[in-house]
């Protein structure tokens, strides 16, 4: 079994256990909207064998004119039982490389009450830098038999934010690249606003990881990067970004530090950045 205490597992370690009946490995990865090819034309091309696609577009509330807003339990079962998941899976995600999404898909499964998971530190480009083995093709797993109970302190809403705008009770870190945080180019989702939410701080998601060998950094590096962006690891923090998936990032990264009970703002930037959204700042 994979250590309790750090929600990341190597490569060497998911080779030893890539034939254990309990451990279901899921391909995350996702790219901004128009960017070819599709994650799941790469997962057909790719994939670590065994693995089925976790599509965030798709584990998500269709309904909801967001782009992948959290599911209903309902769904969030249904979509991971067809990934061949149940209760007592230990869940491995990982993505294609620069650790979009895979913390996203680790999160949502805490957020739902599976604590058995795990993110595949490096992911799938360390994987085939090790000359490890991949497989092609559609995956079939399985069905899975899975129960799902959101709790609701995982997220938090727009409505809570505006709220934390004059109570400051919990901190606000942004994962987005620096120039857009300080408002200076546009987003790349139309029609959105540029800045940041009043008060909120800055640590951009890739700069927690090292570029050459796409693993995470060690925890001193990850404690002085939080600690220079201005966050006080001891009081409350909410995480957030362009759409609530490199947000999860820095979730990771502090669930490494030990911070627990850290929530993530799901509508992030695509709902706050809206014409019509609560006030912005610049800088």
Wanted: aromatic share 8%.
């Amino acid at each position: 079994m994979a250590s309790t205490n750090d929600p990341l597992v190597s490569t060497a370690w998911l080779a030893d256990h890539l034939d254990d009946p309990n451990v279901r490995v899921v391909d995350a990865t996702f790219k901004m909207p128009g960017v070819l090819p599709l994650p799941h034309d790469d997962f057909l091309a790719a994939h670590i064998p065994g693995a089925a696609f976790f599509d965030v577009d798709t584990v998500a509330d269709t309904n909801n004119p967001l782009p992948h807003m959290f599911p209903d339990d309902a769904r969030f079962a249904r979509e991971v039982e067809k990934l061949g998941i149940s209760a007592d899976s230990l869940v491995v995600v990982y993505d294609a490389g620069g650790w979009v999404a895979a913390p996203r898909a680790w999160w949502m499964f805490l957020s739902f009450g599976h604590d058995k998971v795990r993110v595949l530190d490096g992911g799938l480009q360390k994987w085939r830098a090790e000359g490890r083995p991949v497989e092609s093709g559609p995956a079939s797993p399985r069905p899975g038999h899975f129960a799902a109970r959101l709790d609701p302190a995982f997220i938090r809403t727009r409505a809570q934010l505006v709220d934390n705008l004059a109570a400051r009770g919990e901190q606000v870190i942004d994962a987005r690249a620096r120039p857009r945080f300080a408002g200076s180019v546009a987003e790349p989702r139309p029609g959105l606003r540029s800045g940041h939410i009043p008060g909120s701080l800055n640590l951009p998601y890739n700069e927690l990881f090292d570029a050459a060998t796409g693993t995470m950094k060690p925890l001193n590096e990850l404690r002085k990067l939080f600690e220079t962006a201005g966050l006080d690891l001891a009081r409350p923090v909410v995480t957030t970004c362009g759409s609530g998936v490199s947000a999860a990032v820095l979730s990771l990264a502090l669930y490494r530090l030990g911070v627990r009970r850290s929530a993530l703002y799901d509508g992030s930037w695509s709902e706050w950045g809206a014409a019509d959204g609560p006030p912005i700042a610049h800088g």
